[in-house]
């Protein structure tokens, strides 16, 4: 994680509203590499593909029966999976348009997916408390595992080389190490709604239905930093980074959009290994702001998305049928 630079102002003049979505979006997700597109889903079953500069929608893309819940970009730009309440995971070619997979095996919805690294892989986490690991190089329709450790639904998702990160409804955050087939479960107490690792994978963003987002030491499960503020009771939201790992952002159920700048983690590291043993209580981030944020959706802020890598933008998606592409000019 990069050390913070100091208060990071977040985006927030309104570049344009993304709004043909008929009913609530669940999910916005940049493009990899320089993220010029925006994929979004939600209530009306469709995938829409948009161009976040000028606000055009490209295309859409409407398979799903139920509504989309999750989308995951493959490395290449080249395919997207999503999820939802079809119990199935779609695998879309983009340059088509035609899913060229439909991978069922789950007995509830489908909340989270989420590709590997080279896209070979493809995990999905459901309300029937299973996380499904299907390998796309296979013609086999089988998964190549089940792992059932949850109790509840799981909501969320991450992959990367080695470890596959799910939290569930349950107050678990579980890491499993794919390499040496070890799982790790942390109980945060409360259900979890996202998890974010850091780009060092050294911290754990992962936020819960007590309105609050904690950051956690992933090595040690050591709880590092608190954000409150924001309402998060009810619904899925996603916390996430901001640029340079420099803030914390979460979108909340009154429609706000906050922002927590993160302390100095190369000092706090240094200190907190020093005071580890003596001090426990983790630190209170504080506020952007203004605090509170102004109410820029009329609904509930279901998911946040910074951009990769331009320090000026992000991406809110509502239940008011729009997603809204943030800059600082």
């Known amino acids: ?56 929608e490209i295309k859409a893309f409407e398979a799903h029966g139920y509504e989309v819940l999750s989308i995951s970009v493959s490395h290449d730009n080249a395919k997207f999976a999503s999820s939802g309440g079809d119990r199935s995971v779609f695998v879309w070619d983009v340059a088509t348009g035609v899913t060229n997979r439909r991978l069922s095996g789950h007995m509830g919805k489908v909340h989270a997916v989420e590709f590997n690294a080279d896209a070979s892989v493809l995990a999905s986490g459901s309300y029937d408390a299973t996380v499904r690991l299907w390998d796309l190089r296979s013609q086999s329709r089988a998964p190549i595992q089940v792992l059932e450790e949850a109790r509840d639904a799981v909501q969320t998702l991450h992959v990367d080389s080695t470890t596959i990160i799910a939290g569930s409804v349950d107050g678990y955050v579980r890491t499993y190490d794919l390499r040496k087939g070890e799982l790790r479960a942390d109980f945060v107490g409360q259900p979890v709604t996202s998890v974010v690792p850091a780009a060092d994978a050294t911290t754990l963003l992962v936020a819960t ?98 951009h990769p890598s331009e320090a000026g933008e992000m991406i809110t998606a509502s239940a008011d049928g729009t997603v809204k592409v943030w800059r600082h000019s």
């Not at 927030?12 to 979006?25: A, M």
Request: some cysteine; hydrophobic content about 35%.
């Open 1 to 56: 994680m990069a050390p913070s630079r100091g208060p990071q102002p977040l985006p927030r003049k309104l570049h344009t509203t993304l709004s043909n979505h008929r009913g609530p979006v669940h999910v916005a997700r940049y493009a990899k590499g320089n993220a010029k597109y925006v994929l979004t889903g939600g209530q009306d079953r469709t995938v829409r593909l948009w161009n976040p500069d000028s606000g055009a």
């Open 209 to 306: 239905l007590d309105s609050r987002v904690r950051l956690f030491d992933t090595l040690t499960g050591k709880l590092l930093n608190d954000f409150t503020g924001h309402s998060h009771t009810s619904y899925r939201c996603r916390a996430c980074f901001g640029h340079e790992e420099a803030t914390v952002v979460c979108g909340d159920e009154d429609g706000r959009v906050w922002g927590w700048d993160l302390v100095d983690v190369g000092s706090f590291f240094a200190s907190y290994r020093t005071v580890a043993l003596t001090h426990s209580a983790p630190l209170q981030a504080a506020v952007l702001q203004p605090n509170p944020p102004p109410k820029v959706h009329n609904k509930v802020i279901t998911w946040t998305e910074h």
